[in-house]
């Protein structure tokens, strides 16, 4: 028994050579041969678990596409496993055992050593060495064909013990090519060298994102952060450090450093201030965070949330705040300056997004105001111009105005010569968007670059998906999607209203959450994919656009394949009620998602999106983040879902079966979550059932003030009633503990009674 260490994972996998084949050879050749072990050394082999094999190299990754050419395994420059170092030292290796080989050898055996080496580079090399499952033992030598194996043992025999650091092999073994043709034989002939060369079902879509049986798109997730109280943001400070800034709903900001530590003090805590209660499914608090261009020189950033004035009207607040010139992960609360203030007439449907474009003006995305249909006023909110609610603005938040506010109006504003609109309007006719994100354009070309996509959450019918151009009517309430909502309106109302690029109807789901466009550097694959969900449901979607019609298709995303996510820190679950969406520093896609949709439950996790099948190549995405000093203690990441790895290791224990049946609401699918808070948030594959979702303005819009319900919906969440208010915020806390129940499907239950009611 030895040990042997992989490049990326430094813990030690037990390696087993076993050679047992001890016969009689009556020849050199090894044609008439008799050895008494061979069954038992196929058996091993066979008995042996091992996964399926898929795209996946020697240090447990994905494979790449090298950046530099290969002079010696050329045949997998294109795609592969192999980097120019590793290229190069495979080199060495071939030359040294040709010094070893005289000339006729040379000539009759250089081709089999270098395929052979050169194996390492292969996209599938971790199948050809039995490396991906590490209950496997490592060969020394890669998994052969019967008949090419044949070949070389025939021709290169002499040869193995060049090939090879196994000093254990017995010598009949060697010499005996039955005998050592089984050993390297594999179970699945598909992939045994040069086999895998030739299979067009292999290689057809090598390198590309995998499709499962659906066609949907087979992506893998990493546990980031857990035990977050409804985590409604992730953003980062653009200022090289590296660091995510993660929000809570109840209005607190944690610092996770790039290492996966959190700051045991938070950046920012609001709790006092910010209006959030723990009932299922209300959508105030603390939602949306933006840093200055120049935080780096300035050190401001902008939040916005949700509280009581002092004769307690529900308002919406958007402030300025300056971190701490004495602590840079800590935030001075005494520094917040008011940029403007909305009266908000109902719980829901409160937006929450803000952003700095790449025209440096801040955008702000207001809903409209709550309640079903957008009944204020004769048009409703959205589509009054004079009015904040249902709208995109845009404003210079360097910048003052003459009458006195503290913020600048852009020039270029659409509406600032019109005298019936508000000239912080930048476009209108939203209804209640949630998660916006600017496209940082193609790494390479740009291309795209300044686009603002949104995710706008639906009435009925349809949930939607818009890119925001300046001036651009987006039809609420006169339509929802591309069909009309109110048709006397809608009847009247221009035809050049901005159309959705996607939108789905109830079937697909009941709450969009707004995504990303990948432009990261570790999934090439995913470059140029808007990926984005559904909180009701879970689902997660990409878009890919078609550039010749400008059309976008939509895929479904799948998460946690069994055969596609067996690498190292993969896990193959997650918390079905998607929150929102994230890109740190460096591009890469995240996502939030909590087990139980309440401000106060500690269930919510942080995932990071991997592509399975393609990986950048090794140093290319690699940053040096800029130190930063802490005072607070770091808190070590400590990941609580299980890897797929690990499962697979699971030794599977046979447990008699269970006496109570099924519920309604827990679908035969899905897996039950723990009862102990700490590892509840293990996140079951089933769909949970629709229930209140943060800032999924539900469908399901009531009027919280009694008034007559004007639209049935057919899912909880931004229109779910609000509930009454705690009379002290103090009592916030102690009401928790009453309400969180120890199971997610208790908080279902209690969304479909009120849903009924």
Known sequence: VQYFYTSDLKKPLMEMNVWPCTGRSSGSSGVSFSCSHVFVCLLLLCLTGSLLGHPQCLDYGPPFQPPFHLEFCSAYEKFGCCDQERDNSIAAKYWDIMDHIDPWGRKLCGRYIKDI?????????????????????????????????????????????????????????????????????????????????RNTALSRHLGSVGEGQAGCLQLCLAEVANGLRSPVLMVHANDHTHRMFVAEQVGVIWVYLPDGSRLEEPFLDMKSIVLATPWIGDERGFLGMAFHPQYKYNGKFYIYYSYLDKNR???????????????????????????????????????????????????????????????????????????????????????????????????????????????????????????????????????????????????????????????GNYGWRAKEGFECFDTKLCRNSSLDDVLPIFAYGRRVGKSVTGGYVYRGCQSPNLNGLYIFGDFMNGRLMALQEEEKTNKWKKQDIC????????????????????????EDEAGELYFMSTSYPSAYAPHGSLYKFIDPARRAAPGKCKYRPVPVKTKSQRIPFVRRAKTVLELLNEPSITQPPKKSTPTAATPPASRKAKKTPSTKRKASRAKPTPSGKKRQKTKAETKPHKEKQEDKVTHASRATPAPPLPKKKSSHLTRTKKLLPKKAPLAKEKVENRRKE
């Open 117 to 197: 080496l050169c194996q390492e580079c292969s996209p599938y090399a971790a199948h050809l060495y039995d490396a991906e499952n590490p209950r496997t033992p490592l060969r020394h030598l890669p998994g052969l064909c019967f008949e090419y194996c044949s070949e070389f043992h025939f021709n290169c025999r002499s040869a193995i013990s060049l090939l090879t650091s196994d000093r254990r092999t017995p010598a009949r073994c060697e010499t005996n090519r039955t005998c050592f043709c089984h050993l390297l034989h594999l179970r699945d002939q598909d992939y045994c060298f040069p086999n895998v060369l």
């Open 559 to 582: 998460i946690g394949s069994t055969k596609a996510c067996a690498f190292p820190g993969m896990i193959s679950s997650y918390s079905k009620f998607i929150i929102s969406f994230a």
């Open 313 to 471: 009207v529900e308002k919406i607040r958007i402030s300025e705040l300056k971190v701490l010139a004495s602590d840079v992960n800590k935030a001075d609360p005494l520094s917040e300056r008011n940029l403007l203030e909305l009266e908000e007439p109902a719980a829901n449907h409160n937006g929450g997004q803000l952003l700095f474009g790449v025209d440096g003006y801040m955008y702000l995305f207001t809903g409209d105001g709550g309640k079903a249909g957008d009944p204020f006023g004769k048009f409703g909110n959205a589509q009054n111009k004079s009015a904040l609610l249902g709208k995109v603005l845009r404003i210079d938040v360097d910048g003052k105005s003459p009458d006195g506010k503290p913020y600048g109006i852009p020039p270029d504003n659409p509406f600032v010569s019109d005298p019936e609109a508000r000239p912080e309007v930048y476009a209108y006719g939203v209804r209640n968007m949630w998660r916006c994100a600017v496209d940082r354009g193609d790494p390479a070309t740009k291309k795209g670059r300044g686009r603002i996509f949104c995710g706008d959450v639906g009435q009925n019918r349809f949930e939607e998906i818009n890119i925001i151009v300046k001036g």
